[in-house]
């Protein structure tokens, strides 16, 4: 018996980890990642818990004590009717933290579905999808949202629909030039000389090798979605009353302004930011992780 | 044990250790090395790849990636000592005496930047500016010998051939005339005319410049056409050195012994039996080496082998000095086979042929203009019979096997038959058993290989569409399967990139194999690999064949591989079959002036000096072929305006022999009788 390559698979210990685990070893290394990571989480635990450790009910009016700047007894404050601007800022996060990122989830497959298929047939396929596609990317959002409320009414799940199909295309075209360079690689070939379906072909061989850069887009994608929602509420036309929305709040509260009571909008827009920020930061993390 | 120099040597290693920080621990990549490069010295260094080689070059250069460091020895250029220089001092050392090329000239040169002022830029910080830089920029260019060199100063790297690009990095590697050259894989990425060429280009220059090469290679024939002197690594130590000639004539060290049997030589072919391999791998980086580290490999290694370390005997004799870090160098030639050298293919009888391919055309439209890739192809292939496919890149090789797969459809009116049924022109359009008829392997298992899928999935699939097998069917025959290309139950689980190259490239035979394929594509399916795995593969490939009665087409450069397994050879040029024929005639002509060009170009280890028949000029443009005969703007036989007027046609010189050519087949034979008397 010829005693040929009897071998470890792994001949050096540099190649010993898989790729996820690699991934994850250096997202959990970098620091912009960690930090915003952290902000996220805050923010998703105030979402799921914040209830409990609200002092007061978010709701709860009290007119006697409205528009109170801040002291000891409400930190951030009251509202025009006396709601404690702190509770509310808390359990505020409980609604842009569903609709962002169900947005973002639907964005992600609709433009996945769609990259793929254009990034895969090429041709008239791609040419059709393309141009349909680059004409809805060029209506803003707000216009795409003002019809569909129209169309469909006001609620959250309006505002989930319209901003995952006015961002799936997005996803689409990044999914797309990354299914593109899979396409040439001989795996494809491979897989056309086995008589596979394009079903198969898409979605069996090609997407799991374009997961990287979808992880990427989708993690960036939601930041603008938190920023979307936000502002469709404070337009009115996404999350409605009584919820104490950071978005909804400052619309409602922003005319305060001007008569000095700086902190019934402050605080909510501060969050805001915060988790913008906090998200994106994250987002670099995952795109570096990928790209190291 | 080194006579005292007469000059300072132009580089000496003493005792350098090398390490790679890996995982927060120091890895030993080189061990103790010492080596002496003298004056105006061409110095080889050889070994598998993953040996240390390429670090080597790199810590000469002092250029380590920065996970890398010396950990100790010492290192002096033209006797001074590169490790006490930093800054400027090493900077103006770097610039002044060491010059590197490397195999991928694309990394030497700028993507974005015409060639001409990466050339002036050099001598623009040497301080020559303006005209005088470019007067010298020019003049460079004359050195490596590219023709319009005032044209090729306009132009953007990617607009020049891989060779032309690599003898742009040798212009720039050569503009500060160094003292010390190093070359690490200059010819890898090319073809053999044009490895030819740029060898012979450094040959030469060897002879104008004076300068001291380290010429690192895993091809030991070139090495062996170009050093004076070579050193074999193996884990980063030096194992056997000594003058070329001799250490691969009369091989010290089992492993250097054991490399040079992986290759076929001499002509060898599948029929007088199998090539000898290497079993085993490299140790890994950083690994413990207590006695030889060779022992793991070596069917001669005993007790003493696995817990003294072998100092470097010194062999030293009449033909040089030489050494070998084996306690038993004195039996190294008689190191057994691993391979068994039986299990030779008994040639077939013929039978009527599985494919026949008439009148193949491939036209693309490229800028508007029509590039005929593949023109006017017709061939038969037998069963259990291997065609072998050779030319230049861009001749079309890699073309005409997408055709007859179904990849790329065929310009109409041409015809493909399998088993004497006609093939749709598209792969959706053929039947599945004439799908799983066909296969492929590519020449990149990294490409071909889904990296996201297990080596158990990869093949399942495989089996489930090409066997219809699922369920414990399929389990079975995998076994089966992974035994005949001689993987185990542990390779399944892993993802390719947890393989090595060798593995990988059995991972994609065992898929092509799944179902039953009467004929299999092979692509060059081992340039990717070192030539021990190399001849594991091609045993293989000749076993699978004999067992399965299977017929493959065959596609590489090199030469002596597809001598080794081919039973027919078909020679293209442009798109063109020039030459036809049983394997033995074709090589031993007399054979078309293309094939005489091609097959002399190739560097051999068994003779130093040939004369080579050299192939001027770039490969023309398949947009625009040259009238006449395609072959006549860089043929050395040309005999008139006859060769620019008419296309030869493709007769048949001998039966079954044919050559696409206005010389007689009687007239050829005497030409190239003449010129094989005139070199004797
Ligand atoms: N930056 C690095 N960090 C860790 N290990 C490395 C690094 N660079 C190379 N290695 C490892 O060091 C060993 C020697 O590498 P080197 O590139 O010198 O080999 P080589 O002989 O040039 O191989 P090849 O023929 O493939 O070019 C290999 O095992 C390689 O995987
Ligand atoms: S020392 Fe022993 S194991 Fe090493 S090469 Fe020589 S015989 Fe083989
Ligand atoms: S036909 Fe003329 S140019 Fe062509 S190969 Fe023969 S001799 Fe050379
Ligand atoms: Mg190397």
């Given at each position: 018996?010829?005693?040929?390559?009897?071998?470890?698979?792994?001949?050096?210990?540099?190649?010993?980890?898989?790729?996820?685990?690699?991934?994850?070893?250096?997202?959990?290394?970098?620091?912009?990642?960690?930090?915003?990571?952290?902000?996220?989480?805050?923010?998703?635990?105030?979402?799921?818990?914040?209830?409990?450790?609200?002092?007061?009910?978010?709701?709860?009016?009290?007119?006697?004590?409205?528009?109170?700047?801040?002291?000891?007894?409400?930190?951030?404050?009251?509202?025009?009717?006396?709601?404690?601007?702190?509770?509310?800022?808390?359990?505020?996060?409980?609604?842009?933290?569903?609709?962002?990122?169900?947005?973002?989830?639907?964005?992600?497959?609709?433009?996945t579905?769609?990259?793929?298929?254009?990034?895969?047939?090429?041709?008239?396929?791609?040419?059709?999808?393309s141009?349909?596609?680059?004409?809805?990317?060029?209506?803003?959002?707000?216009?795409?949202?003002?019809?569909?409320?129209?169309?469909?009414?006001?609620?959250?799940?309006?505002?989930?629909?319209?901003?995952?199909?006015?961002?799936?295309?997005?996803?689409?075209?990044?999914?797309?030039?990354?299914?593109?360079?899979?396409?040439?690689?001989?795996?494809?070939?491979?897989?056309?000389?086995?008589?596979?379906?394009?079903?198969?072909?898409?979605?069996?061989?090609?997407?799991?090798?374009?997961?990287?850069?979808?992880?990427v887009?989708?993690?960036?994608?939601?930041?603008?979605?938190?920023?979307?929602?936000?502002?469709?509420?404070?337009?009115?036309?996404?999350?409605?009353?009584?919820?104490?929305?950071?978005?909804?709040?400052?619309?409602s509260?922003?005319?305060?302004?001007?008569?000095?009571?700086?902190?019934?909008?402050?605080?909510?827009?501060?969050?805001?930011?915060?988790?913008?920020?906090?998200?994106?930061?994250?987002?670099d993390?995952?795109?570096?992780?990928?790209?190291? | 044990?080194?006579?005292?120099?007469?000059?300072?040597?132009?580089l000496?290693?003493?005792?350098?250790?090398?390490?790679?920080?890996?995982?927060?621990?120091?890895?030993?990549?080189?061990?103790?090395?010492?080596?002496?490069?003298?004056?105006?010295?061409?110095?080889?260094?050889?070994?598998?790849?993953?040996?240390?080689?390429?670090?080597?070059?790199?810590?000469?250069?002092?250029?380590?990636?920065?996970?890398?460091?010396?950990?100790?020895?010492?290192?002096?250029?033209?006797?001074?000592?590169?490790?006490?220089?930093?800054?400027?001092?090493?900077?103006?050392?770097?610039?002044?005496?060491?010059?590197?090329?490397?195999?991928?000239?694309?990394?030497?040169?700028?993507?974005?930047?015409?060639?001409?002022?990466?050339?002036?830029?050099?001598?623009?910080?040497?301080?020559?500016?303006?005209?005088?830089?470019?007067?010298?920029?020019?003049?460079?260019?004359?050195?490596?010998?590219?023709?319009?060199?005032?044209?090729?100063?306009?132009?953007?790297?990617?607009?020049?051939?891989?060779g032309?690009?690599?003898?742009v990095?040798?212009?720039?590697?050569?503009?500060?005339?160094?003292?010390?050259?190093?070359?690490?894989?200059?010819?890898?990425g090319?073809?053999?005319?044009?490895?030819?060429?740029?060898?012979?280009?450094?040959?030469?220059?060897?002879?104008?410049?004076?300068?001291?090469?380290?010429?690192?290679?895993?091809?030991?024939?070139?090495?062996?056409?170009?050093?004076?002197?070579?050193?074999v690594?193996?884990?980063?130590?030096?194992?056997?050195?000594?003058?070329?000639?001799?250490?691969?004539?009369?091989?010290?060290?089992?492993?250097?012994?054991?490399?040079?049997?992986?290759?076929?030589?001499?002509?060898?072919?599948?029929?007088?039996?199998?090539?000898?391999?290497?079993?085993?791998?490299?140790?890994?980086?950083?690994?413990?080496?207590?006695?030889?580290?060779?022992?793991?490999?070596?069917?001669?290694?005993?007790?003493?082998?696995?817990?003294?370390?072998?100092?470097?005997?010194?062999?030293?004799?009449?033909?040089?000095?030489?050494?070998?870090?084996c306690?038993?160098?004195?039996?190294?030639?008689?190191?057994?086979?691993?391979?068994?050298?039986?299990?030779?293919?008994?040639?077939?009888?013929?039978?009527?042929?599985v494919?026949?391919?008439?009148?193949?055309?491939?036209?693309?439209?490229?800028?508007?203009?029509?590039?005929r890739?593949?023109?006017?192809?017709?061939?038969?292939?037998r069963?259990?019979?291997?065609?072998?496919?050779?030319?230049?890149?861009?001749?079309?090789?890699?073309?005409?096997?997408?055709?007859?797969l179904?990849?790329?459809?065929?310009?109409?009116?041409?015809?493909?038959?399998?088993?004497?049924?006609?093939?749709?022109?598209?792969?959706?359009?053929?039947?599945?058993?004439?799908v799983?008829?066909?296969?492929?392997?590519?020449?990149?298992?990294?490409?071909?290989?889904?990296?996201?899928?297990?080596?158990?999935?990869?093949?399942?699939?495989?089996?489930?569409?090409?066997?219809?097998?699922?369920?414990?069917?399929?389990?079975a025959?995998?076994?089966?399967?992974?035994r005949?290309?001689?993987?185990?139950?542990?390779?399944?689980?892993?993802?390719?990139?947890?393989?090595?190259?060798?593995?990988?490239?059995?991972?994609?035979?065992?898929?092509?194999?799944?179902?039953?394929?009467?004929?299999?594509?092979?692509?060059?399916?081992?340039?990717?690999?070192?030539?021990?795995?190399?001849?594991?593969?091609?045993?293989?490939?000749?076993?699978?064949?004999?067992?399965?009665?299977?017929?493959?087409?065959?596609i590489?450069?090199?030469?002596?591989?597809?001598?080794?397994?081919?039973?027919?050879?078909?020679?293209?040029?442009?798109?063109?079959?020039?030459?036809?024929?049983?394997?033995?005639?074709?090589?031993?002509?007399?054979?078309?002036?293309?094939?005489?060009?091609?097959?002399?170009?190739?560097?051999?280890?068994?003779?130093?000096?040939t004369?080579r028949?050299r192939?001027?000029?770039?490969?023309?443009?398949?947009?625009?072929?040259?009238?006449?005969?395609?072959?006549?703007?860089?043929?050395?036989?040309?005999?008139?305006?006859?060769?620019?007027?008419?296309?030869?046609?493709?007769?048949?010189?001998?039966?079954?022999?044919?050559?696409?050519?206005?010389?007689?087949?009687?007239?050829?034979?005497?030409?190239?009788?003449?010129?094989?008397?005139?070199?004797?």
């Open positions: 018996m010829s005693a040929l390559e009897t071998t470890s698979p792994a001949q050096d210990d540099t190649r010993r980890r898989g790729p996820l685990a690699e991934t994850l070893f250096s997202l959990m290394r970098s620091r912009t990642f960690l930090v915003g990571f952290a902000i996220v989480l805050f923010w998703v635990a105030c979402a799921l818990f914040g209830e409990h450790f609200a002092p007061y009910d978010p709701l709860a009016d009290d007119i006697i004590n409205a528009l109170a700047p801040p002291s000891s007894e409400h930190w951030f404050g009251t509202d025009q009717i006396g709601r404690d601007v702190f509770s509310r800022v808390i359990v505020g996060s409980r609604d842009i933290l569903t609709v962002a990122p169900l947005a973002t989830v639907l964005a992600t497959i609709a433009g579905a769609l990259g793929l298929l254009t990034g895969y047939f090429r041709g008239l396929v791609d040419d059709v999808v141009r349909i596609l680059e004409a809805f990317m060029a209506i803003p959002v707000v216009i795409v949202a003002l019809l569909a409320i129209v169309a469909l009414g006001t609620s959250k799940t309006t505002v989930i629909v319209v901003i995952g199909l006015s961002f799936a295309p997005i996803i689409a075209r990044t999914v797309r030039s990354a299914v593109m360079a899979e396409r040439e690689l001989d795996y494809v070939a491979a897989a056309q000389l086995r008589h596979e379906s394009a079903f198969h072909t898409m979605f069996v061989e090609i997407l799991p090798n374009v997961i990287p850069p979808i992880l887009e989708t993690t960036v994608r939601l930041g603008y979605a938190i920023f979307a929602v936000a502002t469709l509420s404070f337009m009115g036309f996404g999350i409605q009353p009584p919820s104490p929305d950071w978005g909804l709040s400052i619309s509260n922003y005319g305060m302004i001007g008569g000095g009571f700086w902190w019934t909008v402050l605080f909510d827009a501060l969050a805001i930011a915060s988790l913008v920020i906090g998200v994106n930061l994250a987002a993390g995952v795109h570096g992780a990928f790209n190291d | 044990m080194t006579e005292p120099a007469k000059a300072k040597n132009a000496e290693l003493d005792d350098l250790s090398v390490a790679y920080r890996v995982n927060g621990r120091n890895r030993a990549v080189l061990r103790n090395l010492s080596l002496t490069i003298g004056q105006g010295e061409a110095y080889g260094l050889v070994g598998e790849s993953g040996c240390g080689k390429s670090t080597v070059a790199l810590t000469v250069v002092r250029y380590l990636p920065r996970n890398g460091s010396i950990t100790g020895g010492a290192i002096s250029l033209d006797g001074q000592d590169v490790m006490k220089l930093d800054g400027e001092a090493l900077r103006r050392a770097r610039a002044e005496s060491v010059s590197m090329v490397y195999q991928d000239p694309g990394k030497a040169l700028n993507p974005s930047i015409r060639i001409g002022r990466q050339l002036t830029e050099i001598f623009e910080l040497a301080g020559i500016s303006g005209k005088g830089a470019e007067d010298r920029a020019i003049a460079m260019l004359n050195r490596v010998r590219i023709s319009d060199p005032a044209g090729v100063m306009q132009r953007y790297p990617h607009q020049l051939s891989g032309m690009q690599q003898r990095a040798i212009a720039m590697a050569l503009a500060n005339d160094p003292s010390m050259l190093i070359l690490d894989e200059p010819t890898t090319l073809d053999a005319t044009v490895e030819a060429e740029v060898l012979d280009l450094i040959a030469q220059l060897r002879r104008e410049l004076s300068a001291s090469i380290l010429f690192i290679s895993h091809n030991l024939a070139v090495v062996s056409n170009m050093c004076d002197r070579v050193g690594l193996y884990a980063g130590m030096l194992v056997e050195e000594g003058p070329t000639d001799v250490v691969f004539n009369d091989p010290r060290h089992p492993y250097t012994v054991a490399l040079l049997r992986c290759l076929p030589r001499g002509g060898q072919r599948k029929d007088q039996g199998r090539l000898d391999t290497i079993p085993g791998f490299l140790p890994g980086i950083g690994a413990a080496i207590k006695g030889c580290a060779f022992a793991d490999r070596c069917a001669l290694a005993d007790e003493r082998c696995r817990t003294e370390l072998p100092p470097l005997y010194d062999l030293s004799d009449q033909r040089g000095t030489r050494q070998s870090r306690h038993y160098h004195d039996k190294a030639q008689a190191l057994p086979r691993t391979t068994p050298s039986d299990g030779a293919s008994a040639p077939k009888p013929a039978t009527a042929p494919l026949r391919v008439a009148g193949l055309n491939k036209t693309y439209a490229s800028h508007g203009h029509a590039l890739a593949v023109k006017d192809v017709s061939l038969d292939l069963p259990g019979e291997t065609l072998g496919l050779v030319g230049e890149s861009g001749s079309g090789k890699t073309t005409f096997a997408r055709l007859l179904g990849l790329v459809p065929p310009d109409d009116g041409g015809t493909i038959e399998l088993e004497g049924k006609a093939l749709a022109p598209k792969l959706a359009n053929r039947g599945d058993d004439q799983k008829a066909m296969q492929i392997v590519f020449q990149n298992p990294d490409s071909a290989l889904n990296r996201s899928h297990s080596i158990r999935h990869i093949l399942g699939r495989a089996l489930k569409r090409l066997a219809g097998l699922s369920g414990k069917a399929q389990e025959r995998l076994e089966d399967l992974i005949s290309v001689r993987l185990t139950d542990r390779h399944l689980a892993v993802k390719p990139r947890q393989l090595s190259g060798g593995l990988k490239q059995r991972v994609a035979i065992a898929r092509a194999f799944a179902g039953d394929p009467r004929i299999v594509v092979c692509d060059e399916p081992t340039s990717a690999l070192d030539v021990s795995v190399q001849a594991a593969i091609l045993n293989l490939l000749a076993d699978l064949q004999a067992k399965q009665d299977v017929s493959y087409i065959f590489s450069h090199d030469l002596g591989v597809v001598r080794y397994l081919s039973d027919n050879i078909a020679v293209l040029y442009l798109g063109r079959i020039m030459e036809l024929g049983p394997s033995e005639e074709v090589f031993s002509g007399p054979h078309h002036p293309y094939t005489e060009a091609l097959l002399s170009a190739v560097p051999k280890l068994d003779q130093t000096e004369a028949i192939l001027d000029g770039e490969i023309p443009s398949a947009t625009n072929p040259p009238p006449g005969c395609v072959f006549q703007t860089r043929c050395p036989r040309k005999i008139g305006p006859i060769c620019e007027q008419q296309e030869p046609p493709l007769a048949e010189a001998q039966p079954g022999h044919s050559i696409r050519c206005h010389i007689p087949y009687s007239e050829l034979a005497q030409l190239q009788k003449a010129a094989v008397t005139e070199l004797a």
